[in-house]
C-alpha cells in the first residue's frame, strides 16, 4: 500500500515557466512534509519542508504548498531553471519519536532551455 | 565535515557472497538510515537506528543485516547476496529527535550477478 503517491513520472518544462510538481498522500498520521531533489549518481538533497500546521512554505524560487482536506501538495518552482532538471522526491513524516520517512517514486523534471 | 560517506562507491557479487557497505557521518547525528532506490520504486527503508546499540527494521529488512556500535558509523550487512538485492543504496543521517531535514551519502551501486 503507497502511502505517498506522485503519479507523474515526469515533467517537461521550458525555462523561465512554473514547474508545478505534485503529491497525494493517504496517511493523516504524516505531520511533516518534504521535498528532496537527485541528480543521477549522487544523494538525494534536502530541498524543502512543510509542517502540517501550516499550508504554504516559500524558499527562494520554491514554494510548497498543503491542502491537508485534500491529503495533497504541491512543490512549486518559479521561474524554472536548466539546472533545476532533476528527480524530485516527495516525503512523509508521521509524529512520534522514530522520524520515519516514507518517499514517493520520484518525478523527473526536465527543464529546457 | 564531511558529510554522510559510504563505501565502496560500486561492488559487483556473485549470488550466495556476503558483503558489507560501510556508512559513517561526522555530524554527531543520533538518527541514521539506510534506504534501496529500485527504478520505478522510490526510496524503501530497510534498517534505521535511533542512537547507538539501537537499530531497527524498515519496509525491506529481509537479507540484510545492521548494527550500531558507534554513533559515527553504521554498515549494512549482506548476509548471502540475490539477484533481488540488486540496487543503489543509501545512507542517511538526522540529527535526532524534532529533526526532520534527512542527509544523504552519495550512495554504494550494488550488482548481485
Known amino acids: 500500500d503507497q502511502q505517498v503517491k506522485q503519479n507523474s513520472p515526469s515533467l517537461s518544462v521550458q525555462e523561465g515557466r512554473i514547474s508545478i510538481l505534485n503529491c497525494d498522500y493517504t496517511?493523516?498520521?504524516?505531520?511533516?512534509f518534504l521535498w528532496y531533489k537527485k541528480y543521477p549518481a549522487e544523494g538525494p538533497t534536502f530541498l524543502i519542508s512543510?509542517?502540517?500546521?501550516?499550508d504554504k512554505n516559500e524558499d527562494g524560487r520554491f514554494t510548497v504548498f498543503l491542502n491537508k482536506s485534500a491529503k495533497h501538495l504541491s512543490l512549486h518552482i518559479v521561474p524554472s531553471q536548466p539546472g533545476d532538471s532533476a528527480v524530485y522526491f516527495c516525503a512523509a513524516s508521521g509524529g512520534g519519536s522514530n522520524y520515519k520517512l516514507t518517499f514517493g517514486k520520484g518525478t523527473l523534471l526536465t527543464v529546457n532551455p | 565535515n564531511a558529510g554522510v560517506t559510504q563505501t565502496p562507491k560500486f561492488q559487483v557479487l556473485k549470488t550466495g557472497q556476503s558483503m558489507t557497505l560501510q556508512c559513517a557521518q561526522d555530524?554527531?547525528?543520533?538518527?541514521m538510515s539506510w534506504y534501496r532506490q529500485d527504478p520505478g520504486m522510490g526510496l524503501r527503508l530497510i534498517h534505521y537506528s535511533v542512537g547507538a546499540g539501537i537499530t531497527d527494521q524498515g519496509e525491506v529488512p529481509n537479507g540484510y543485516n545492521v548494527s550500531r556500535s558507534t554513533t559515527e558509523d553504521f554498515p549494512l550487512r549482506l548476509l548471502s547476496a540475490a539477484p533481488s538485492q540488486t540496487s543503489v543504496y543509501f545512507c542517511?543521517?538526522?540529527?535526532?529527535?524534532?529533526?526532520?531535514?534527512?542527509?544523504f551519502g552519495p550512495g554504494t551501486r550494488l550488482t548481485v550477478l
Open positions: 555530524m554527531n547525528h543520533e538518527y
Open positions: 512543510i509542517s502540517s500546521i501550516k
Open positions: 542517511a543521517s538526522r540529527q535526532g529527535q524534532g529533526a526532520i531535514k534527512q542527509f
Open positions: 496517511n493523516s498520521m504524516f505531520d511533516y
